[in-house]
């Protein structure tokens, strides 16, 4: 498997959290390496759902996530011809999983929120939306991303095909959020991006948005091919009874 990043858009009152979990891998089209994600899974959690639940949920996400991708690493062990038996055997050595990048949306939500998930063991990257095209990377582990910027993102990865959704509810409803996504520009010339409609959520956008904005980490080696699995993560506690039936 490639690098694997996860995008958290924190719920606040009228909106719900929403993950995304993308792996990045690298192809080659016409000699140059492109960079392609297959998302292995989507989740909105319930509207209300208090932030230490959702640390837990975060955090039960981020396990499951290391285990498929350690399960995929054995499984991929390279295998080697063996004169002693004159036959091919698999080595399987000590497989390490690359650490997990989780960006979370902590524009509205604040520090004390980013706090209370870092409780949890994870290192967390908070992201803070801003006026322009720009994604800077500071020097106290944060970045800030224009709006605009994210959007074009969003575009050239869709238009290009270079976003592979599974078949899930989840699915259906971010291409609703996608038709329901405006610009609007202001007296001021300020542009603004989001779901106005009364009604209308941007959440799986956003989480969508903040997994495939890395492209700075590339693997050794291009991935000429992928697969469409789907992470499936633990089932929810009894207290997530507000879900939808899948």
């Known amino acids: 498997m490639g690098p694997i990043t996860i995008g958290v858009d924190i719920g606040q009152k009228a909106d719900p959290t929403a993950v995304a979990v993308d792996e990045m891998q690298w192809r080659t089209e016409g000699g140059k390496r492109v960079d392609y994600h297959i998302i ?3 989740e909105r959690l319930p509207l ?3 932030y230490p639940v959702v640390a837990q949920r975060l955090a039960a996400i981020h396990a499951g996530v290391r285990q498929m991708s350690l399960q995929a690493r ?42 209370l998930l870092t409780q949890t063991g994870m290192r967390l990257c908070p992201c ?15 970045v800030t991303i224009g709006k605009a910027w994210l959007v074009s993102r969003l575009q050239a990865l869709l238009q290009s095909g270079r976003i592979l959704l599974p078949k899930t509810e989840e699915s259906a409803a971010l291409a609703k959020e996608l ?23 941007d959440d799986l956008v956003t989480a969508l948005g903040l997994a495939v904005q890395d492209v700075a980490r590339v ?6 091919g992928g697969t469409r699995t ?3 993560p633990a089932p929810l506690p009894r207290h997530f009874n507000a879900l939808p039936p899948r």
Request: net charge positive; no cysteine.
């Open 219 to 224: 693997p050794g080696s291009p991935v000429a």
């Open 128 to 142: 803070y939306f801003t006026y322009g095209d720009r994604r800077i990377a500071q020097h106290d582990g944060t």
């Open 74 to 115: 054995t499984q991929a062990a390279a295998t080697v011809y063996d004169p002693a038996i004159t036959a091919y055997r698999r080595v399987v050595g000590q497989q390490t999983v690359p650490p997990i990048r989780i960006y979370v949306d902590a524009t509205g939500v604040g520090q004390p929120v980013v706090d």
């Open 40 to 42: 292995r899974h989507l």
């Open 230 to 232: 789907v992470f499936r």
């Open 179 to 201: 038709l329901d996504y405006e610009i609007k520009v202001d007296q001021e010339a300020n542009d603004k991006y989001g779901a106005f409609r009364v009604g209308a959520h």
């Open 48 to 50: 209300g759902t208090k």
